[in-house]
């Protein structure tokens, strides 16, 4: 936006016994939005291990008093080879090309102002060899 001199958009990666990747899309433009995407990506790097699910509820909770955040959280775990999806707004995973097959489940939306979606599925092609 003409004059603005802060985006919106912030992104984190967490490292814990996965690896959590969190992109979170403030709501509007400039500072406000700026801070609340701030806010939930700061939320997860403190909670590297915890379910998705408490990421968006308890993240979203830790920044209620900003603007909120359209987020995705992709975890990656090598020692399993799986990985999981989970976001809320309009954030979406797209897998391009490779041998991955998910397994899609949509989270309750009861009591929330918006709905969250989960998915997991083996990705054979990311083995190492």
Do not use: Q
């Not at 308890?58 to 999981?84: P, Q």
């Not at 490779?98 to 990705?123: K, N, Y």
């Amino acid at each position: 936006m003409p004059g603005e001199v802060v985006c919106g958009d912030d992104v984190a990666v967490v490292r814990g016994e996965t690896v959590t990747i969190v992109v979170a899309d403030g709501l509007g433009h400039g500072p406000a939005a700026a801070e609340a995407a701030r806010g939930f990506c700061d939320f997860a790097e403190g909670h590297p291990d915890r379910d998705l699910e408490f990421l968006l509820r308890e993240g979203g909770a830790a920044i209620k008093k900003t603007r909120g955040v359209a987020a995705g959280i992709l975890r990656i775990d090598e020692a399993r080879n799986t990985v999981w999806f989970a976001g809320v707004g309009n954030i979406e995973l797209r897998s391009l090309g490779g041998d991955f097959h998910p397994s899609v489940r949509r989270a309750s939306s009861e009591g929330r102002s918006a709905a969250s979606s989960a998915s997991g599925g083996r990705c054979p092609a990311a083995s190492s060899s």
